[in-house]
């Protein structure tokens, strides 16, 4: 079975906190901080800009780390951006 990763950020308008609320009710913890450090590679040829191919290494916590290649096959517009 192939793995997709699919990702949706929202802006929040009270900062997360009704979701925060949420999330206790159904029993979830909150974990402490965490600090990711993203390291992005990508090919000389390729404009990044233009289509979002890269390989991105994160760091989570100081020392868990993993690896992520994305490639975007369709030219991005400022409306991606």
Same mark, same amino acid.
């Given at each position: 079975?192939?793995?997709?990763? %699919? $990702?949706?950020? &929202? !802006?929040? @308008?009270?900062?997360?906190?009704?979701?925060?609320?949420?999330? %206790? $009710?159904?029993? &979830? !913890?909150? @974990?402490?901080?965490?600090?990711?450090?993203?390291?992005?590679?990508?090919?000389?040829?390729?404009?990044?800009?233009?289509?979002?191919?890269?390989?991105?290494?994160?760091?989570?916590?100081?020392?868990?780390?993993?690896?992520?290649?994305?490639?975007?096959?369709?030219?991005?517009?400022?409306?991606?951006?």
């Amino acid at each position: 079975m192939k793995r997709i990763e %699919v $990702e949706r950020k &929202r !802006q929040l @308008s009270d900062g997360g906190e009704r979701l925060a609320g949420l999330l %206790v $009710e159904l029993g &979830r !913890q909150a @974990s402490g901080p965490v600090t990711e450090v993203d390291t992005y590679f990508s090919r000389r040829d390729v404009d990044y800009t233009q289509t979002v191919e890269c390989l991105r290494v994160r760091q989570r916590g100081g020392s868990q780390r993993s690896c992520t290649s994305r490639r975007l096959t369709r030219r991005l517009t400022a409306r991606h951006m």
